[in-house]
T-cell receptor, first 113, second 116 residues
Framework: DTEVTQTPKHLVMGMTNKKSLKCEQH?????MYWYKQKAKKPPELMFV???????INESVPSRFSPECPNSSLLNLHLHALQPEDSALYLC????????????FGNGTRLTVT | AQKVTQAQTEISVVEKEDVTLDCVYE???????LFWYKQPPSGELVFLIR??????QNEISGRYSWNFQKSTSSFNFTITASQVVDSAVYFC?????????????FGQGTRLTINP
């Protein structure tokens, strides 16, 4: 069983909808990540939170809005998405220091219609 | 700039064969970390191994083994006596340190299919 839990597993939304992806970890990790993965491609980093503060935004469009309410939770708020945003969204966490492996959740498979 | 190359896009073998997945990396850092992840059809990325740049000792874990060679900037992964359950996409990754976290640079992945 994965130690990083993502909900929902699948999400279908229209371009005018607002939805949120949720991620939770209880390993005491202080860094949390959002990745986007298109079919047959490697994961692409979107956001990094370190000690509950946003430390990296990889030039992600503003229709994606991350939130880290506490050290265990990470949300990704979605608004006015485009069909090309359909992808697998992966959450991960790690200890703060370099070299710590990232632990990934099962992902949310998002389809934008 | 950091870069990871997995030249093998897809590999298909028959069960019980040995298979090696290649990974070549580029970095200017003297201290760095390399990782292998497995992604089965369910989608989760499963951490397999981490290796730091100071430790060139090869590692074996059951049917899995890793060969790290700094001289050729390679970190290859071998599965011995492959099984159908080994079918997955395998990613090699290089870490780029950032404050309080890290950024993984992934290779393009190798899709491994083990046929019964």
């Amino acid at each position: 069983d994965t130690e990083v839990t993502q909900t929902p597993k699948h999400l279908v939304m229209g371009m005018t909808n607002k939805k949120s992806l949720k991620c939770e970890q209880h390993m005491g990790h202080r860094a949390m990540y959002w990745y986007k993965q298109k079919a047959k491609k490697p994961p692409e980093l979107m956001f990094v939170y370190s000690y509950e503060k946003l430390s990296i935004n990889e030039s992600v469009p503003s229709r994606f809005s991350p939130e880290c309410p506490n050290s265990s939770l990470l949300n990704l708020h979605l608004h006015a998405l485009q069909p090309e945003d359909s992808a697998l969204y992966l959450c991960a966490s790690s200890q703060g220091q370099r070299g710590s492996p990232l632990h990934f959740g099962n992902g949310t498979r998002l389809t934008v219609t | 700039a950091q870069k990871v190359t997995q030249a093998q896009t897809e590999i298909s073998v028959v069960e019980k064969e040995d298979v090696t997945l290649d990974c070549v990396y580029e970095t200017r850092d003297t201290t760095y970390y390399l990782f292998w992840y497995k992604q089965p059809p369910s989608g989760e990325l499963v951490f397999l191994i981490r290796r730091n740049s100071f430790d060139e000792q090869n590692e074996i874990s059951g049917r899995y083994s890793w060969n790290f060679q700094k001289s050729t900037s390679s970190f290859n992964f071998t599965i011995t006596a492959s099984q159908v359950v080994d079918s997955a996409v395998y990613f090699c990754a290089l870490s780029e340190g950032i404050q309080g976290a890290q950024k993984l640079v992934f290779g393009q992945g190798t899709r491994l299919t083990i046929n019964p």
